[in-house]
T-cell receptor
Framework: KQEVTQIPAALSVPEGENLVLNCSFT??????LQWFRQDPGKGLTSLLL?????REQTSGRLNASLDKSSGRSTLYIAASQPGDSATYLC??????????FGTGTSLTVIP | EAQVTQNPRYLITVTGKKLTVTCSQN?????MSWYRQDPGLGLRQIYY???????DKGDVPEGYKVSRKEKRNFPLILESPSPNQTSLYFC????????????FGPGTRLTVL
């Protein structure tokens, strides 16, 4: 069974700092990996989707990378802002038609 | 506006009283899915549907039922709710499984007393 781990569970940084969030998974038989953000009491907002054949995807200040063979993905956030404070989740889409989520990294950006 | 809607958003009920949480998407998506989110456990998939009339179990299907009679709707049914089903529930959809991103509904917070 696929297991997805996100480290660290919580992270606090000063505004303007660049940061990296980590996601690891145990089964490399995936179609793709998706990063989400979740604000307290709210639903999930899709940030980036990386297909298994891709190495990275970029959107604005966000860059996600994928190393399928080693079971790792990173989300890089440049020049962090207080509005980036949220929980960040990664999810893998297995070739067995199921999704598996990590438990998330709670990010706080201090003004 | 393209969206996934869920109703109700909040529900308090009692053990054993059957309930249905509705989910609807207006994007003509093939794949739909239900998740529950619990502190420390993250999101876990309950059921999913690859297309109309095609449903399958996720990781935690016990105590739940689903149906997919129309492409846009994917209701979650709790025939006899129990307190351990108290959770935050999300419905999600994507155009095609394996190729496209998932879009999530706003969530339904269920409390079973």
């Amino acid at each position: 069974k696929q297991e997805v781990t996100q480290i660290p569970a919580a992270l606090s940084v000063p505004e303007g700092e660049n940061l990296v969030l980590n996601c690891s998974f145990t089964d490399s038989a995936i179609y793709n990996l998706q990063w989400f953000r979740q604000d307290p009491g709210k639903g999930l907002t899709s940030l980036l989707l990386i297909q298994s054949s891709q190495r990275e995807q970029t959107s604005g200040r966000l860059n996600a990378s994928l190393d399928k063979s080693s079971g790792r993905s990173t989300l890089y956030i440049a020049a962090s802002q207080p509005g980036d404070s949220a929980t960040y989740l990664c999810a893998v889409m297995n070739t067995g038609n199921q999704f598996y989520f990590g438990t998330g990294t709670s990010l706080t950006v201090i003004p | 506006e393209a969206q996934v809607t869920q109703n109700p958003r909040y529900l308090i009920t009692v053990t054993g009283k059957k309930l249905t949480v509705t989910c609807s998407q207006n994007m003509n998506h093939e794949y739909m899915s239900w998740y529950r989110q619990d502190p420390g456990l993250g999101l876990r998939q309950i059921y999913y549907s690859m297309n109309v009339e095609v449903t399958d179990k996720g990781d935690v299907p016990e105590g739940y039922k689903v149906s997919r009679k129309e492409k846009r709707n994917f209701p979650l049914i709790l025939e006899s709710p129990s307190p351990n089903q108290t959770s935050l529930y999300f419905c999600a959809s994507s155009l095609r499984y394996g190729y496209n991103e998932q879009f999530f509904g706003p969530g339904t917070r269920l409390t079973v007393l």
